[in-house]
């Protein structure tokens, strides 16, 4: 489970630091090297985006959000077998004294080199 809780919580530091302020290419590249080439994320509003589609959006979006911080917590595994953990975990959002709340699910797939995300599902919470 700490392997599975380090890298949640290393995936959301390395997207509020791509977002929150202008930084090298390489922490994209950092999360893009994170996720399986069949990733699939559901937002919040019910899109379903690919890894090319949110990796698309995420490279002009970088420092559009000064000052965000992503803390993640209530990280619980829902399942696991050899090659997949199914986690949820709880991602509370703050920029410009706003907060914002989500519920998300993922499925990470093991490899040789680590864990990849696989699946994200995110809820408003």
Known sequence: MTEVRTEVQRLHRLLANWLGQRCDPAVLAELRAAHADDFTLITTDGAVLGADQLFEALSGAGGSAPGLAIEVDEVTTVAETTDLTVVRFRET???????????????????????RWHHVHETTA
């Not at 703050?94 to 993922?106: L, V």
């Open 93 to 115: 959002h703050r920029q410009d004294g706003a907060t914002t709340t989500r519920r998300t699910t993922a499925v990470l797939r093991r490899t040789p080199t680590g864990l």
